[in-house]
């Protein structure tokens, strides 16, 4: 029953010991400045040429031909994905709240997709305005 009990102890014991790293290849690294990102093994079937995975994925090239730039290209495409998000929230979120307002109602605007047009002399342009700021300033 001791050696039981010892023996979990010393198994629980090394779940949490550290485990031993390995180096991976300088080529996998060599791909965007060694930024986390590159190293993906999901799968790709159409992929035109190389492996079917998306490792080291980049068709057009920027790596290549821009490499000092790589941060900058990271960070466009996570705020441009953030912000293809909240526009699929803010489609989606109108058609069951609206703000106050009588030109904002569901009897003036029943459908969100004809908002744009009933709306374009007041609030689209500020909201035009306000996505142009936010651009400018990041």
Do not use: C, Y
Not at 97 to 108: C, D, K, L, M, Y
Not at 123 to 138: D, P, V, W
């Amino acid at each position: 029953m001791k050696s039981a009990i010892l023996a979990t102890l010393i198994a629980s014991a090394t779940a949490f010991a550290p485990s031993a790293t390995t180096r991976s290849s300088t080529q996998l690294n060599e791909f965007a400045n060694g930024l986390v990102g590159g190293e993906s093994v999901e799968p790709m079937p159409f992929r035109p040429d190389g492996p079917k995975n998306a490792a080291n994925f980049d068709p057009a090239g920027f790596t290549e031909r821009a490499p000092e730039w790589i941060g900058w290209f990271r960070e466009a495409e996570l705020k441009h994905g953030r912000q293809a998000m909240l526009a699929t929230v803010g489609l989606v979120v109108p058609q069951f709240v609206r703000i106050p307002g009588p030109q904002f109602s569901f009897e003036a605007v029943p459908n969100v997709l004809d908002a744009h047009d009933a709306l374009l002399d007041t609030s689209m342009k500020q909201i035009l305005l306000f996505i142009s700021f936010a651009e400018a300033m990041s």
